[in-house]
């Protein structure tokens, strides 16, 4: 009997309104047992979350996870500081880029990979202005003008 794992995939929508990206990564997460589980329901918020660094170490910042609903009481606060997991030349490359002025990191999208592993794509992005922001909705619609007409 084999069983179909759904694909968990949580994504921040907000994100790419908000920033341009200028360069994706994936990173690990450390977490509790409680809050894989919770992620496996697709149980977590992206919205409000950004990644700082903390004495050379990558952490994330209001990802809300859910607590999970079977678990005793020794569960999870939902908005804890969790570590995330990058190679350390990745960590030197982004600590550098970072110190430019107006860029920042955000989470763009959380996975659960092939081997079970909960996956956090993170990119380096600078804020979009009002007039770029414009600009991608007149492209969205005209986009969206073009599918209908083909149909």
């Not at 859910?66 to 982004?94: D, F, G, S």
Request: glycine share 4%; net charge positive; proline share 1%.
């Amino acid at each position: 009997m084999s069983t179909i794992q759904k694909q968990i995939e949580i994504k921040n929508r907000k994100a790419s309104f908000e920033f341009s990206f200028l360069e994706k990564y994936i990173a690990g997460m450390v977490l509790l047992g409680s809050e894989i589980k919770s992620i496996r329901q697709g149980k977590a918020n992206l919205s409000d979350a950004y990644c700082v660094f903390v004495k050379g170490e990558l952490w994330i910042r209001n990802l809300h996870i859910n607590e999970y609903e079977k678990a005793t009481h020794y569960t999870h606060v939902p908005l804890r500081e969790r570590k995330l997991l990058l190679t350390a030349n990745e960590l030197k490359k982004l600590e550098k880029k970072l110190k430019d002025q107006g860029l920042t990191i955000i989470p763009t999208k959380l996975f659960i990979n092939e081997k079970g592993f909960a996956k956090l794509e993170i990119a380096l992005a600078k804020g979009k202005k009002i007039y770029d922001k414009r600009e991608d909705i007149k492209k969205k619609d005209t986009q969206r003008e073009l599918q209908r007409k083909l149909k």
